[in-house]
Structures are given as C-alpha cells and as structure tokens.
C-alpha cells in the first residue's frame, strides 16, 4: 500500500479529518490531501510525529512485508552502536509477535537474541569507561575490577568462576541431540580444550573425524591444540608444521597456524602466517580477521604505527570490498586508528 493511502486509511481509522490530522502536525489541511492523493510525500522528519498520532511504529506507516521488517532490524542494529529505547521496545514487541510464525520464527529468534546482544554490547560499552574511570580513581578497591572484568571477558583467576563446564554441558547436549552436524562438535572442543580436558577432546574429535563433513585441516588443528592441552608443545609443533606444508597455499590453514603461533605468543610468525592467509583468500569481500591480528600483534609488540597502518588497510578493506560508508564496523576501525596514532606519539 501507497503511504498516502496508508495515511489516508489510519485517519479513518482514529475518526479524524484532514483539519485535525493537520493540526496535530502543525501544517496546513493541504499539505495532508497531497499526502493522501499522492501528489507529495511527507518529509522524513514528520514520519516519528505521524507514527505517534495514529499509535503505530514508522515501519507500520510503510505497511512492509514481515521479511522487509526483519531486514530493516537487522540493519539498523549493524548500523547503530546503541538503539534508542523507543525503538527497542518497538523491534522487542515485534520480534516477539514473530516467533510464533512457522514462516518467521527461526529468522525472528536468531534476530531477537541479537537485539539483546546489541543492547548488552552498548551497555557494556559504558560499563567499560565508568569502571575504568572509578580503577583509575581508586586503584584498590574491588568492585569495579570485577565489573570491568565481566565487561571486558577478562581473564578470571578463580577456577570455580573461568571454567567452561557449563558450557560443555550444553554443547554436548547439543552434539548428541544433532550427531551428525559438524558445528557444534568445534564449540564442544573449543571449550573442552579451554579447560585442558584433553582426554574428553579426543574422544569427541574421533567422533568428529568420523563425520562426513569434518574438515581435515581443522580437525588436525584441534588435534594440535589437544597436545597443548596436554602441554606436550613439541607434537603440536610438529602438527602444525606438517599442516603448512601439506596446505601451503589453504588459507583456512594459514589461518588457523598464525592463530597458533599468535597463542603461543610467537608474533613473528603469527604475522608472516596472517599475511599469507589474507593474501591467498580467494573469497570476496574478504573478513578482516587476519588484519585485526597483525594489528593486535603490533599493538602487543609497541608498534603503534603499524598497528596504526594496518588500520588503514582494514578500513580500505571495509569500504572498497564491503562497501561500508557509515556502518558501526568502519566507525570502530576509524576510531582504533585514531587512537594507536595517538600512542605512536
């Protein structure tokens, strides 16, 4: 539908006449039959106003189809760093008013736990400059350490509070509830090695090794990894070599070996590595996973300007592969830049 007809249709609908409508917005009655006779369209700046005379969200105004409404949410939260909360609890109420569409529910749940998530992120984008703040004023004092340290995903020296066995739990429900899906297998492992459940790990990689999709450089990765887990340095050395070689032009290979070598705290390497697996990929647009990484390795090192340079290849990345021109990624690269050139002072 039109949105002068929709305009039109909601007037009717709150028993109002043109006069009244214009009134309400401050503009003349004339203004509103062009509205609805299509012969002009209302500024963007009057949509929020309309909205709120007729009780209805701006996307209601535009009458969108389910599908355009869920892309206009996603969009608008990889665009936005917080959500007003107006517009929260309007994506909130509609998200929740999908999941029960057998058409949408699965779209509409994934998109519900990240406006959540979006909104967990922005709060704990303050947590992280008050707390800091209050650390830098009373350096002993606990409470907000301990903020900043769920904020941050810092490192917990209390085992009881950083080990995974939650979620192991749920992973494993997960792998034996779906056998035969490779993806879960690769969290249940993750966190199982994160914990140097070694033995545990290798049962489930036989497992995975088993299934038709697993992938043999990452379960040879995972089979490194366990040797840590069981701080046997020399055979996953040895691992990850025979990899590289075997994959020397694989860029999921070269990947996972500069994210090896980056553990290990070996950063030579681990960038020699990032930089050929960013050269070899051969998808586009590429991720900047392995720029992120130099650029954390230079930083670590204190080579602010090449930290600082590698910036500048991630946000030439961003907008010549990605197309970004606003979007919150290209800010937060922008902003990263800024700040490593200020410490290369």
Aim: net charge negative; hydrophobic share 40%.
């Amino acid at each position: 539908m039109e949105l002068g007809k929709k305009i039109r249709q909601l007037r009717f609908k709150a028993g109002m006449t043109q006069e009244q409508l214009a009134e309400r917005m401050g503009i003349g009655a004339q203004s509103v039959s062009k509205w609805e006779n299509a012969v002009s369209m209302p500024d963007i700046a009057s949509l929020p106003l309309l909205a709120e005379i007729f009780g209805v969200s701006i996307d209601d105004l535009f009458d969108l189809s389910a599908e355009q409404r869920l892309n206009r949410i996603e969009n608008r939260m990889d665009m936005e760093e917080e959500l007003p909360p107006d517009v929260f609890r309007e994506y909130e109420d509609y998200l929740k008013s999908q999941l029960n569409s057998e058409q949408h529910n699965k779209r509409a749940t994934e998109l519900i736990a990240y406006l959540y998530w979006h909104r967990m992120n922005a709060a704990a984008q303050k947590v992280r400059r008050y707390a800091k703040e209050a650390i830098r004023g009373s350096p002993a004092e606990k409470g907000c350490q301990w903020m900043l340290n769920m904020a941050e995903n810092h490192f917990i020296w209390d085992w009881n509070i950083s080990n995974h066995s939650k979620a192991i739990d749920f992973y494993r429900e997960i792998v034996e509830a779906n056998p035969n899906n490779t993806l879960p297998y690769a969290y249940l492992l993750d966190n199982l090695i994160a914990d140097h459940r070694a033995e545990e790990a290798e049962k489930v990689l036989d497992r995975l090794c088993a299934l038709e999709g697993a992938n043999p450089i990452i379960t040879q990765v995972y089979r490194a990894y366990i040797a840590l887990a069981r701080f046997d340095e020399k055979t996953a050395d040895e691992i990850i070599l025979r990899l590289t070689e075997q994959y020397s032009d694989d860029s999921v290979c070269l990947f996972e070996a500069a994210q090896y070598y980056a553990m290990k705290c070996d950063y030579q390497k681990a960038i020699g590595y990032y930089e050929r697996s960013f050269a070899n990929t051969k998808r586009k647009p590429r991720f900047q996973d392995e720029l992120q990484g130099i650029a954390e390795i230079y930083e670590i090192m204190g080579d602010y300007a090449n930290a600082a340079n590698t910036y500048d290849r991630i946000i030439a990345l961003l907008r010549d592969e990605w197309g970004m021109t606003e979007e919150t990624a290209l800010k937060d690269a922008q902003s990263e830049k800024a700040r490593l050139l200020e410490k290369a002072k």
